[in-house]
């Protein structure tokens, strides 16, 4: 089987770490993953530790994302960042519509497409997360909700864009749980977006699209679900505070893509 994607690992922070100590595990992951490229490995701090973060990272082959942004260029929005902002510490990636902003911030589909486009339009890649409650699972709404989500959040974008787009599939009820998606659960899913982004984007360019799984991704499930076709890389939250535990995902990956 041969996939032509590179995997993509991202570690997602959430509101963990104060600049110190971001710095401390920063030069965990900077040791772990050497000089390798075979795998992408992405570090997405909170705000405050950009700057830290940035620096450590600068001379490896590990990059720098947000964990959200503003879609307006500048302005009276308290407490905000926009895109520029991000890409002042050299981010390459940005986190939008994660399932906790969707759910604690109220963002809407048409507020997160603004800033897919924002992302866009300021060189930054978005890592766009798309994903069901337990409760949209269970009443078997799983592929309209995802649908929905990623229609919604990819209006706009235009086929040279999308070449660069990264979506992230996070069921809900597997964030922070325990409780993972079977890979042939979360491949379901993964080829169901595809389709879709085939539908907006074409076939071609859909091939090249990486969509993530996330959702208590660990080093000891990592490998079965990155096997999956559609399954292009994690976004990781929970094990991606310990560096040791973030290289077990990487090193699943690239064992993968070496096998190949
Ligand atoms: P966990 O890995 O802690 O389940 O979090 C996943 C996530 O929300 C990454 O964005």
Redesign the pocket.
Known sequence: MEKHRKYII?G?W?MNKTAGESVELAEGVVKEVGDQTVVEAVLCPPFTSLDSVATVVEDSPVKLGGQNMHPAASGAYTGEVSAEMLRFFYASYV?LG???RREYFKESDAFINEKVLAAFANNLKPIL?VGESLEERESGSTLQVVETQTRGGLANVTNEDAESLVV?Y?PVW?????KTATPEMAQEVHAAIRGILTDLFGSEIAQKIRIQY?????GSNAKELLSQTDIDGG??????LDAKSFAEIINAARELEEAE
């Open positions: 991202a997602n959430k986190i994660h399932s906790e997360c992230a996070e597997a964030i922070g749980t325990g996330g959702g208590s991704m660990k976004l990781i939250g929970g094990a991606s």
